[in-house]
Each structure stands twice: as structure tokens, then as C-alpha cells.
């Protein structure tokens, strides 16, 4: 589930990183960056220095250097908009089922999607983030699932049940091929819920009030700020191939209640590593060792217990 939450979290720079890294002498193509993930991606990449165009159906309120209005569906306006690019970020989509209908939803996120990378390739970009979202996983909108083991890494088999979790798992199979027949480097970030200072409580309540929700989601989220500086750190894309990665907080949105939750939906679900039951459910260690993502926003309530300790209990 990738949620359109966005807050006003600060846009702090982490791990010593100055505004200007990185992006000097790049411009960067963004679908949907007018979006609310999408106008804080334009604003980290412009913090650290990239020059950026925005394609969307909607003014970004000046946040990129250049807006184009146009349609994710129109191939060949893409890559004409696309021409003096030479990295992309495409975001654009509709964000959940029910939000459109299922076949509405299909041509956008899936014909979409393909469309933005046939028009990527004929303009020679190489270097691409797409956003992907936990729902590819089969969380959140379908049943709930039962994962192997946990914390789920990027080893668990995708199974949606939902067309916006399709949606997201034939963008990566589209990406996959893409990327071996053109020699692509695409990274594809599987994103939680995203929430900020202005939506954390409310989404908090939601899932108090849902105990169902939060165990289908696994209690997880990413703040707005986090996913977007994982967005521009995956940019550079120096792995070949189109490789997924979880992005998501270091801790969980349970309010202390993780060890209640984890016996009563996921009952005999084999715990690997050292884990915390205040850490996340879902494990970002790709994402770390492959571009150096590390949560820096934390809205959850830490606990002690470790999970191995739950489970012998």
C-alpha cells in the first residue's frame, strides 16, 4: 500500500551529506511530481542539487525547474519530454484499488508505466527509480498474508490479490524485461504507507481502530521524507539489471502491542535475525547495502521484548 500522505516533516539531510551532493550537472524526469510524494522528491533532489522537470497533470506550485503538462497513457509526448533528461523517477499512478476502476487502474499503472520506460529507452536514459509498493507483496488490501518468516525481505514470493498489487508486481516483471533487453539499471522501491507530521496521528488512529488493518499491513509505514531521499539515493543506479527493494521506517506503528498482534495473526510465522519487537516488519537491509538507505524518521512506540523471546514464551 503506498498511500498519497504527505506531512511537513524537515527535509534534513542525513549522514553528512551537503545540498549540493550528487546532483550537479543532472536533470531529472519525474512522473506524477506533483504528488505529494512526488513534491517532496522534486524538493530533495533540488536540495541536493539536480535539475529537475516535472511531468504531470497538474502545476507542482514551482517546486521543479521545468513543469510539462501531460499523460502518462501519451508514449510519444513522454519521451519528447523526456529529451535533455538523463535519470527518471516515475511515481505516476493511481495510488489504491477502489480509487478508479479496476480496468481504469490497469492501463494507467500497468500501460503506464510501460509506456514511461519505451520512452525512457528511445531517449538513451539508463538510470531509473520506479515507484513499486508493499501491495506487490500481497499486504494491505488483500487477505491478510501469511509470510514465511519475518521480517519479510525481497526473497518472500509475491502473491496480490488486489489489481493495484498486480499493477505494482507486472511493473516489476515490465522493468525486469526492460532492463536485460536494454541494459538498464532500474531500482524499484516497494514503499509501506507514507505519513508525516501532518498525518501520523490520524493514520495511527486508523490502524488503532482496525486491528485487522495494521496486522495486513504489517504495522508499517516510511515517513515522506525518508522515502523521498531514498528515492534520489537509489538514482545513480550503479547495480545492472532491475533489482526490488523495501523502504520503509525502522520501527512499527503496533503502540506497543506488537507481541499481542504477532500471536494473534501470525501464529507459528518463523522469526529471523536479531529482532526488536519496536523494529519493523519489514527488513530495509537491501536498500542499505545497495545504496546506503537508512530510516531516519521514527514514529513508533519502541518496546522491549526481542521476538525470539515472544516466540519462546
Not at 92 to 99: D, N, R, V
Not at 211 to 229: C, H, N, Q, T
Not at 243 to 255: F, K, S, V
Amino acid at each position: 500500500m503506498t498511500s498519497p500522505n504527505e506531512g511537513s516533516a524537515p527535509w534534513a539531510a542525513a549522514g553528512g551529506e551537503t545540498s549540493a551532493d550528487h546532483g550537479a550537472g543532472h536533470r531529472v524526469g519525474v512522473t506524477g511530481g506533483s504528488g505529494r510524494l512526488g513534491r517532496a522528491v522534486l524538493q530533495e533532489l533540488g536540495n541536493h542539487g539536480y535539475a529537475t522537470t516535472n511531468f504531470d497533470q497538474v502545476p507542482d506550485g514551482n517546486l521543479a525547474d521545468e513543469y510539462v503538462r501531460g499523460d502518462i497513457l501519451d508514449g510519444e509526448h513522454v519521451a519528447r519530454w523526456l529529451k535533455g533528461c538523463d535519470r527518471l523517477i516515475h511515481l505516476a499512478a493511481i495510488p489504491a484499488p477502489g480509487s478508479a476502476s479496476a480496468d481504469w487502474l490497469t492501463q494507467v499503472n500497468v500501460l503506464g508505466t510501460y509506456r514511461v520506460l519505451a520512452a525512457a529507452v528511445s531517449v538513451g536514459i539508463s538510470q531509473i527509480v520506479v515507484a513499486s509498493s508493499v501491495s506487490a507483496l500481497g499486504l494491505a488490501w488483500g487477505r491478510r498474508f501469511l509470510p514465511a518468516y519475518l521480517p519479510i525481505d525481497e526473497a518472500v514470493p509475491l502473491s496480490p490479490e488486489d489489481e493495484y498489487g498486480v499493477s505494482k508486481q507486472v511493473n516489476e516483471i515490465y522493468a525486469a524485461t526492460f532492463a536485460r533487453r536494454h541494459h538498464l539499471r532500474i531500482a524499484l522501491l516497494r514503499f509501506p504507507a507514507i505519513v508525516g507530521l501532518e498525518t501520523i496521528e490520524a493514520f495511527r488512529a486508523q490502524l488503532a481502530g482496525d486491528k485487522e488493518l495494521g496486522a495486513r499491513m504489517l504495522w508499517s509505514y516510511v515517513d515522506i521524507a525518508d522515502a523521498a531521499r531514498a528515492c534520489r539515493l537509489a538514482l545513480p543506479g550503479e547495480t545492472p539489471g532491475a533489482h526490488p527493494y523495501y523502504i520503509a521506517a525502522g520501527d512499527n506503528l503496533a503502540g506497543g502491542e506488537l507481541e499481542a498482534g504477532l500471536r494473534e495473526y501470525f501464529p507459528g510465522v518463523v522469526f529471523r535475525g536479531n529482532f526488536a519487537s519496536g523494529g519493523s516488519l519489514i527488513s530495509t537491509a537491501a536498500a542499505q547495502a545497495a545504496f546506503g538507505y537508512r530510516p531516519q524518521v521514527a514514529w513508533g512506540t519502541p518496546s522491549a521484548p526481542s521476538c525470539n523471546q515472544i516466540r519462546e514464551e
